[in-house]
């Protein structure tokens, strides 16, 4: 017999993909209905659900519609629901926000109304889906975005969504100081149950570009002086234990895939549930990609969801949570 040239591989990882059955059985990471939550768009005023070129699959809800999209969510068995609205008009100040019949306010009363406690309806709290020059907070006579002025209507929407039925508000202007003066405001205004999502490490990004169609808004500028540096992910860290600290229930970390270091690394640091955010461009290019053939959707969809929960994500906001749950095992 010929003398072998080598020894043949004694560890051989492949045992443990030979089966479907066996891939399952040592899978470390899945992604649950109940972890996923849909993010929803409500237009004030609106007739029909209007399509949102940028984000194929994704509308502009009306009242009516939004119920409906709602109570499927529920058997479908998602974790909860974030709602925008989309006001009929803007002003400098997003005083539609703060309007107990505006569209956001009155959305979350329908909503609740519709599933009861059966999700989590969760509502964004922040002034850009009401500016007309579609920041974050109000603006000082040089055009700043100014902080504190900003902090106190924070303060004000905040009751607002409680009142209207938020069982979770989400403060994702990256103002200083907005979760304390959020959490402050609820408690003083009798809504201690009220608990808080907030955008802790949430960064000036290009994939939030299809979002602006989404909730009609027109920035002028950008957004660089509060949302957070892509080059930095200690930042990122240090904004969550911030925010933590001021008594922030969970943290999220926005967007999702580009970021999944900084996921990581708050993951490690702080022991809050942590959401993450596949936001409107990382959907927008999966499902574009796949309009041409180039990529398949559904398997897309399941590698990024799977991937952003085993950095650590507790919690995924995605616009695909419905048309992926009926696909998780
Ligand atoms: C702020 C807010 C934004 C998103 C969620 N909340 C826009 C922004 O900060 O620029 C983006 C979500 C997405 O892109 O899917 N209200």
Redesign the pocket.
Known sequence: MATPRFHLPVVRPRRLRATPAMRRLVAETSVRPQQLVL?VFVREGALEPTAISSMPGVVQHTRESLKSAVVEAAELGLGGVML?GVPAAKDAEGSGALDPDGILNRAIADVRGEIGDDLVVMA?L????FTSHGH?GVLDARGRVDNDATLSIYADMARCLAEAGAHTVAP??MMDGQVAVVRSALDIAGHSDVSILA?SA?YA?A??????E??NSS?EGD?KTY?QDPANAREGVREALIDVEEGADMVMV??ALAYLDVLRDIREAVDVPIAA?Q???E?AMIAAAAQNGWIDREAALLESLTSIRRAGADVILT?AAAEIAPLLG
């Open positions: 993010p925008f964004d922040c002034l850009d889906e974050c994702s202007g955008y949430k990004s994939f939030f570009g299809p979002f602006r989404a909730v920035l957004r949302q926005k967007p955010y936001v409107s461009g959907y616009y």
